[in-house]
């Protein structure tokens, strides 16, 4: 079983590649997005280490319970070979109704079949007023008419 597109990447199939990945987010199904990882896959995600895709499902279970109306935008940054690196933005509120803009990194190394095997992600919260909100789009992945971060100015 495989997981295309493989490495080594391409331009055209890292970018295929990572915005299968935004659209797997943002549909929000923890079980769902575990499966693009591999059964022993390592993340540092934050602060949180996590192992396999029982501690991943755990973890975006919690994440979005805690991420209210979670809209994701991902752009490539570099690739070679089994890696890509992106730069994301996500926007979210919480219980209380607070919303934020959450801006990151991540480095994501596949094996040959394709599933990610290493996650590392580095991400900072910024506290933001409902009206500067930038990510306006139904539950789902993003219109591919909608405005990437280089075009928003982020």
Not at 15 to 29: G, I, L, P, S, V
Not at 128 to 150: K, N, Q, V, Y
Request: glycine content about 6%.
């Amino acid at each position: 079983m495989s997981r295309p597109p493989l490495p080594p990447f391409t331009a055209e199939t890292a970018a295929t590649k990572m915005r299968a990945a935004e659209d797997a987010w943002n549909r929000r199904d923890p079980e769902a997005v575990a499966l693009a990882y591999t059964p022993d896959s390592r993340w540092r995600n934050r602060d949180e280490f996590l192992n396999g895709r029982a501690e991943i499902v755990a973890f975006l279970t919690r994440k979005w319970a805690k991420e209210r109306e979670y809209r994701l935008i991902k752009e490539l940054w570099a690739f070679t070979g089994d890696r890509i690196a992106v730069r994301f933005a996500y926007e979210w509120h919480d219980a209380g109704g607070q919303w934020f803009r959450s801006y990151g990194n991540e480095n994501w190394q596949f094996d040959a079949e394709g599933f990610m095997a290493v996650r590392h992600a580095s991400i900072n919260d910024l506290a933001i007023a409902e009206a500067d909100r930038l990510f306006h789009w139904p539950h789902g992945p993003r219109p591919t008419d909608h405005p990437g971060l280089s075009d928003l100015g982020l």
